[in-house]
């Protein structure tokens, strides 16, 4: 039963210092271009430096959200993400309290249950209280809240010379809405919707007061809707009451997240935590995907890159393209259609150059950042063009690379009007803006690139990994080229890789480090460390086979692969530092595609040691769930990875990088003009006895198979099949 309260006393939180993501370890929540970053309890602190709140398209549209049951924070029992990552749930309790009719309240007499989910520019919740308690009692939940609206990249650190304007808020029986109109003349608004009506509401704060009999339960919904509205387009409020609200978006979350799983395929093992990480890694993709017009797209990762980023979407879409070849014809549509087409040195664009990051908040739009379409990814344009070579071969989708071709063709042009801006053959970066990245390769902080003696390179640097990207690029397109019909194009392709791959090893081997050096400066001196970058080479097939076995063992080194998996940078360098982002950290991506050029040149077994360590981390981490990095630290037997404070998690070609390591050790390949799928000479890590591929999908066909691990030796079996494929296996 809900009765009127007596006045409101709010409860603030205590101020609490800025620490790290690992600290607060948030509770994280997506969909679409929204997502939230809770407490463990439910709630948003508001405070200075917090990274928490509900945010879309790169604003914070709620920073604080409190709830108190009589004036006082319930005490936290746990707190969950669901496995599938659709809902968070809390569970809380009472602390010891002063008595009412039924006397002094106990600690853990009332149960309050929240459960919290993101849809459709909205965060749904329901409280849940009983009373456990054999008196009845009258209880008092407060809500308090607000909304900063900051920028995203206010909420990381940058400062603002000046803010838009916060109008009064909007109070209504229900409902609260909280208004801003930014410099850029949008108006953002927060509407939070109560059901039922509470009995006290204002500008900042709800209140109910309950009156409970022992054993009984009653539940509150609270609906926060966001919403950003011009002049041309007003802002739409939903009428739908909070309640209603939740069941049906909570419906249609199911639902959606349904069809996605039964799109794809899905791996089952022998090990029961293998599976759960295969799970939690299948839940964080599908999470991460954000629909656009020519289909999923995945954002890089959450709290500060929910947002469309080329090189990211690129290799999460290479990862997944066995298991969910839509993720790759999303990818390519999406880059294809923000492809730049005019110079635009402000943002690092040049015609045929695939975006690197793209954002939609109040600071890009008046380019306070430089993100609004920014380019400065060296690496995007051949990775596009790779990838659309990997997704023809993995789907003979002919049209789909037909509509692409110009595109292809523009990516192929910036390579060689704007990518080798010395024209030595190699292509290079430097930046263009003050504002922009000083290292446009995937290590992109401004001190990840070096010579042995720790100095930074400078001038226009040439990445190892580029290179690799670019020969790549031109494989790809020579086959696509080829398949279209364009045969004296395909023809110069292949030329011209040949060409580059017999330079790139005369210039970057280095026999002595028994590897290829991380890049060449301005002056074309080398950067002689020990990097992961190498491995790239791998990747793309730009190594010499012959250069294959000693690189290979450089990069299995103690000094390179600290047991959970290589290191960005060797032990003994001069800028190794374990806890750094790029110089000694280990990245679960760079892990995947190091991986997969181990596999490409017949070194699976070293790819399963890459499978076996990433497994074991994920094992001892929160969720079981990878993430953007952790530090290089030797592994301890016992312990988990450390943690890299600030993190991002879930991150798109992190969560992926599971899977995308079952397929290197499988040896995985297809041929869809024959309906063939292929493997060679698989191998398994020894705590792997079954793996089993199911739902695997070539044009309209299927099958599940099955591998089983005996001693050194492993088996397949087709399981199961649907119209016209088949399986082979190499042993």
Request: charge should be neutral; proline fraction near 6%; glycine fraction near 8%.
């Amino acid at each position: 039963m809900i009765v009127q309260p007596k006045p409101l006393v709010k409860t603030e939180p205590a101020p609490a210092a800025q620490i790290s993501l690992q600290e607060r370890r948030p509770r994280t929540l997506k969909h679409g271009d929204s997502f939230a970053l809770f407490d463990r309890a439910g709630d948003l602190d508001g405070l200075p430096g917090s990274p928490e709140g509900l945010f879309h398209l790169d604003t914070r549209y709620l920073s604080q959200l409190g709830l108190r049951v009589n004036g006082q924070a319930p005490v936290l029992l746990g707190s969950a993400v669901s496995a599938d990552n659709i809902t968070l749930t809390c569970d809380l309790t009472n602390p010891e309290m002063p008595g009412d009719a039924g006397g002094p309240m106990p600690r853990g007499r009332l149960h309050l249950r929240r459960t919290k989910f993101v849809w459709n520019g909205a965060c749904h919740e329901r409280v849940a209280l009983r009373n456990y308690g054999h008196h009845k009692r009258q209880v008092r939940l407060d809500f308090t809240f607000g909304a900063d609206f900051a920028d995203l990249f206010e909420v990381r650190g940058r400062n603002r010379p000046a803010r838009g304007r916060s109008h009064q808020p909007v109070v209504g029986e229900s409902q609260v809405t909280l208004c801003y109109t930014g410099l850029d003349s949008v108006t953002r608004s927060t509407t939070l919707t109560f059901a039922p009506a509470p009995a006290l509401i204002g500008p900042d704060s709800a209140s109910f007061l309950v009156e409970l009999e022992a054993g009984q339960r009653c539940v509150l919904f609270l609906s926060v809707a966001v919403r950003e509205a011009t002049a041309d387009a007003p802002a739409d409020c939903s009428s739908m009451t909070a309640d209603r609200a939740f069941h049906a978006a909570l419906r249609t979350s199911r639902r959606a997240s349904r069809q996605v799983a039964a799109r794809a395929a899905r791996v089952e093992s022998s090990h029961e935590i293998f599976n759960e990480v295969l799970r939690r890694a299948a839940a964080d993709l599908d999470m991460l995907l954000t629909d656009k017009p020519g289909g999923p797209y995945p954002y890089a990762g959450i709290p500060w890159f929910s947002t469309p980023f080329g090189r990211d979407a690129l290799i999460t879409a290479w990862q997944a393209l066995w298991f969910d070849p839509a993720i790759a014809r999303g990818v390519l549509h999406f880059l294809a259609t923000t492809q730049a087409r005019e110079e635009d040195p402000a943002n690092d664009a040049e015609p045929g150059k695939i975006l690197h990051e793209m954002r939609a908040g109040e600071m890009a739009r008046l380019r306070e950042v430089p993100y609004g379409r920014y380019y400065g990814s060296v690496d995007s344009t051949p990775l596009f063009v790779m990838l659309a070579g990997a997704y023809l071969d993995r789907s003979g989708d002919l049209e789909t690379l037909r509509n692409l071709w110009p595109h292809i063709e523009a990516a192929l042009g910036w390579i060689d009007a704007s990518g080798d801006l010395d024209g030595d053959g190699f292509v290079e970066y430097q930046c263009r803006t003050p504002q922009g990245l000083v290292n446009q390769g995937w290590k992109d902080s401004g001190d990840s690139i070096s010579h042995a003696d720790g100095t930074l390179a400078e001038g226009a640097i040439a990445l190892v990994e580029m290179q690799a990207y670019v020969y790549g690029a031109w494989q790809a397109a020579a086959r696509i080229g080829r398949a279209l019909g364009h045969a004296e194009r395909a023809d110069a392709l292949e030329v011209r890789a040949a060409r580059l791959r017999e330079d790139f090893d005369a210039a970057f081997w280095d026999e002595q480090l028994g590897t290829y050096v991380l890049a060449l400066d301005g002056a074309k001196r080398p950067c002689r460390v020990r990097s992961s970058n190498a491995g790239h080479a791998l990747f793309a097939g730009i190594a010499k086979p012959e250069r294959a076995a000693r690189l290979v063992a450089t990069l299995m080194d103690p000094a390179s692969f600290s047991g959970w998996g290589i290191r960005t940078l060797a032990v003994g360098e001069v800028r190794y530092n374990p806890m750094s982002y790029h110089n000694g950290s280990v990245w679960p991506h760079d892990n995947a595609l190091i991986a997969a050029g181990f596999s490409r040149y017949g070194y699976r077994a070293e790819a399963a040691r890459v499978l076996e360590g990433m497994f074991t981390a994920a094992e001892h981490l929160e969720l079981r769930r990878l993430p953007e990095l952790f530090c290089g630290f030797p592994r301890r037997d016992g312990d988990g990875p450390t943690p890299y404070p600030v993190a991002c998690a879930p991150q798109a070609w992190a969560a992926v990088t599971p899977l995308s390591l079952v397929a290197s050790c499988l040896g995985m390949s297809f041929a869809p003009d024959i309906g063939c799928i292929s493997f060679q000479r698989p191998a398994l890590p020894p705590f792997l006895r079954t793996v089993t591929l199911r739902n695997l999908r070539l044009r309209e066909a299927s099958m599940d198979i099955g591998f089983l691990q005996v001693e050194d030796e492993v088996g397949m079996a087709v399981l199961a099949r649907e119209g016209d494929i088949r399986a082979t296996m190499t042993s």
